[in-house]
């Protein structure tokens, strides 16, 4: 790994917004993945498993959307 993608990591995880951002994009993933499964065939245990997963990512979302809504209200 290059010093130069250290130092972005190290940015994004310092950044609320872009916590915000990734957790969406990851959520999204996450529900694609689901239907795809869901297309093939996945038993409702399997299904049951990726509702769990994408809900644990909406609980992750809500405090990353806190922490930068907080952000922004000490900015005003």
Known sequence: MSS?????MNWKI???QDAVD???RH???LVF???LLAK???TYAELRDC???IDGVRRQLADSAKRASARF????
Do not use: E, L, M, Q
Request: proline share 4%; glycine share 4%.
């Open 40 to 42: 093939r065939g996945a």
């Open 22 to 24: 990734d957790d969406i």
């Open 73 to 76: 209200a000490t900015a005003a």
């Open 4 to 8: 130069a993608n250290v130092t972005r």
């Open 51 to 53: 509702d769990t997963v």
């Open 27 to 29: 959520i999204r993933d």
């Open 14 to 16: 310092s950044d609320p």
């Open 33 to 35: 993945v689901r239907n």
